[in-house]
């Protein structure tokens, strides 16, 4: 990408435009915010994930085979163009996946977003024009309100980190091919409700809500073939990790989260296995 700029002759005034999904947005968004030290950016994303989530907040960045995003940069967009009708072009497993995005806002932030996700599951995965802008609309709202705060992660903004603290770690463990981002988000936010419950933080009903909500969309939710040594091992490389430590964002009710360093290798290992992965 960097050559194609330097060949095009592109200079500080030049606007690169990100049009697609969410790879796009971070790869192109990452040129945009690097070459000549900055180039104006505008979103213009094509996927489910990217409308409701990636193309806003301005976190841009790419991944090293160790881990996910590991290079990155703040880059935030002029302006992010959505036209929700673009995702109907989606097979139906990408639509899923962006989903998990906006059950995580819901299930960390936004008890209303729950609700209406918990009444119109299906009808929402069908893209149904007017409610899939609803539910967009609340969710990059959410997003917003947070990003305006705490642009660069110093507080409220992990929140929005839900579900991606073993959701990440599990795109690593499998090579970023076998787990979309929203499929291991999705296993993420199981594991983390398993945590919550382990600690007495959060209900079985609530649980068993955000679970319902879950299945309703189609995600697996349990750990196949993968090792609990693969898992701890990406969870060691965590970008919010502090002395080998993994944050993990867990939530107290429907739309209420907050941060925990105090997991140990127990409560996480037998959530693991709890889940189904392997010895
Ligand atoms: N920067 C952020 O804040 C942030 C947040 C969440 C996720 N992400 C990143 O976003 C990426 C996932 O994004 P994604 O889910 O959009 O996946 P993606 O960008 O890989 O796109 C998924 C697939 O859909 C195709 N596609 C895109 N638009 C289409 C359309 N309208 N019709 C048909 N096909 C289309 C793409 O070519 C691709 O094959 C991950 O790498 C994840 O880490 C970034
Ligand atoms: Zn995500």
Redesign the pocket.
Known sequence: VYQHFADLGVDRATHVVAL???????LAGFAAATYLRGLPLIQVP??V??QA??SI?G???VDLERG??LVGAFHQPRLVVVDPR??R??PLR?IR??FA?IIKVGMALDATLFRQLEREGESLLGLEEDRYLAALVRAVRAKARIVEVDEREKGRRMLLNYGHTVGHALEAAGNYRRW???EAVALGMEAAARLAIRKKILSNRDYLRQRDVLERFGFSLALQRVSIEDILSALRLDKKARSGRPAFVLTRRVGVASVHRTLTRKDIVETLRALGAEP
């Open positions: 697609g999904g969410g790879m796009v947005g971070d094509t996927t994930l990217s989530d990636s907040g976190k841009t960045g996910k995003n673009m995702t072009t989606l990408q996946s962006g995005e979309l981002h929203g």
